[in-house]
């Protein structure tokens, strides 16, 4: 069993859609935080959560500690959002667990 | 301002062979941490180098090591290659051990054992 879970694994949205990307984590954890990986491997780092709420332009990052649960919201979704969105629990500063990622494609 | 730089980019190994991949951190950065993203699979860690000294450690066979030098670039090697050990290999660096100050990914270096 993996200590991050991510749902959907896949998302197609129409341009314009709001999206949500779910993660639950099973371990206990220093941050959350969301990636965003484009073909070809690159990594960007989103959001880093202990608590609460985090907006950035058209993302929301939210994380509920005692349910042990975070959303990644993307509003107006555009098809230049299209990538794997990773959600990685922090035990120990850089020690991450990795969800497998939600392949998202915005069609416009 | 220079990202996390990884080198090579693209490797192709043959079973049996061994592998050197180089990370070079953001200026200022101390701590060095490894990854591996086997296709279709979120990252799964590796190591953590911190001031030179070895942080942390994954699930990973002896096979793996790695080191941090002085300048705190650092290298992951792989012995003995098999083909499961084709991925991409990811570094991130932090300012900090802890990464409450944020850290950054490279681009990676994809590998392929044939």
């Known amino acids: 069993k993996n200590e991050v879970e991510q749902s959907p694994q896949n998302l197609t949205a129409q341009e314009g859609e709001f999206i949500t990307i779910n993660c639950s984590y099973s371990?206990?954890?220093?941050?959350l935080h969301w990636l965003q990986q484009h073909p070809g491997g690159g990594i960007v780092s989103l959001f880093m959560?202990?608590?609460g709420k985090k907006k950035h332009g058209r993302l929301i990052a939210t994380i509920n500690i005692q349910e042990k649960h975070s959303s990644l919201h993307i509003t107006a979704s555009h098809p230049r959002d299209s990538a794997v969105y990773i959600c990685a629990a922090a035990k120990t500063g850089n020690q991450f667990y990795f969800g497998t990622g939600t392949s998202l494609t915005v069609i416009p | 301002d220079a990202g996390v730089t990884q080198s090579p980019t693209h490797l192709i190994k043959t079973r049996g062979q061994h592998v050197t991949l180089r990370c070079s951190p953001i200026?200022?950065?101390?701590?060095v941490s490894w990854y591996q993203q086997v296709l279709g699979q979120g990252p799964q860690f590796i190591f953590q180098?911190?001031?030179?000294?070895?942080?942390g450690r994954g699930n990973f066979p002896d096979r793996f090591s790695a080191r941090q030098f002085p300048n705190y670039s650092s290298e992951l090697n792989v012995n003995a290659l098999l083909l499961g050990d084709s991925a991409l290999y990811l570094c991130a660096s932090s300012p900090d051990a802890g990464g409450a100050y944020g850290y950054t990914f490279g681009s990676g270096t994809r590998l392929t054992v044939v």
């Open positions: 200026s200022g950065h101390k701590s």
């Open positions: 371990v206990g954890i220093s941050a």
């Open positions: 959560l202990s608590s």
């Open positions: 180098y911190y001031e030179k000294e070895e942080r």
